[in-house]
C-alpha cells in the first residue's frame, strides 16, 4: 500500500509561482508513474502533468504547458510541481496520484491512478 501526502499549497496572487511537493511512503513508487490533478469548485478532476517511471518523460496538460514542471526523485519517494506563471483559472484542489505499477503509459485520466493523495489547496488572486 502506497500513501502519497501532498505540501506547499497557498494562496499567491496572479503570476506568482508555487511548488508543490508529494511524499510517498509504504513502499517505493520508483516504478509507477506519478501524477499530479486538479479540481476546481463544480468541475470534474482532471490531469494537470505526468512522468514516466521508465524514463522521466513528461506529459502536460495544454492549459499549463510551459508554466508547470513536475519532476521526481526517487531516491526521496517524491514527485514535484513546480508552478509558475500562475493565473486565477489554476485555482483548485491539487491532487497527487500513482499509477499502477511498470505501467508505462502515463495516462490522462483518474482511472489510471490507484493512489491518491488528500489534496493540497491552490488559490490564485487577479
Known amino acids: 500500500q502506497v500513501q502519497l501526502v501532498e505540501s506547499g499549497g497557498g494562496l499567491v496572487q496572479a503570476g506568482a509561482s508555487l511548488r508543490l511537493s508529494c511524499t510517498a511512503s509504504?513502499?517505493?513508487?520508483?516504478?509507477?508513474?506519478m501524477g499530479w490533478f486538479r479540481q476546481a469548485p463544480g468541475k470534474e478532476r482532471e490531469f494537470v502533468a505526468g512522468?514516466?517511471?521508465?524514463?522521466?518523460?513528461?506529459t502536460y496538460a495544454a492549459s499549463v504547458k510551459g508554466r508547470f514542471t513536475i519532476s521526481r526523485d526517487n531516491a526521496k519517494n517524491t514527485v514535484s510541481l513546480q508552478m509558475n506563471s500562475l493565473k486565477p483559472e489554476d485555482t483548485a484542489v491539487y491532487y497527487c496520484?500513482?499509477?499502477?505499477?511498470?505501467?508505462?503509459?502515463?495516462?490522462?485520466?483518474?482511472?489510471?491512478?490507484?493512489?491518491w493523495g488528500q489534496g493540497t489547496q491552490v488559490t490564485v488572486s487577479s
Open positions: 512522468v514516466s517511471w521508465s524514463d522521466g518523460s513528461t
Open positions: 496520484a500513482a499509477g499502477v505499477e511498470y505501467v508505462t503509459v502515463v495516462v490522462l485520466t483518474t482511472n489510471g491512478y490507484i493512489y
Open positions: 509504504g513502499r517505493t513508487v520508483s516504478r509507477n508513474n
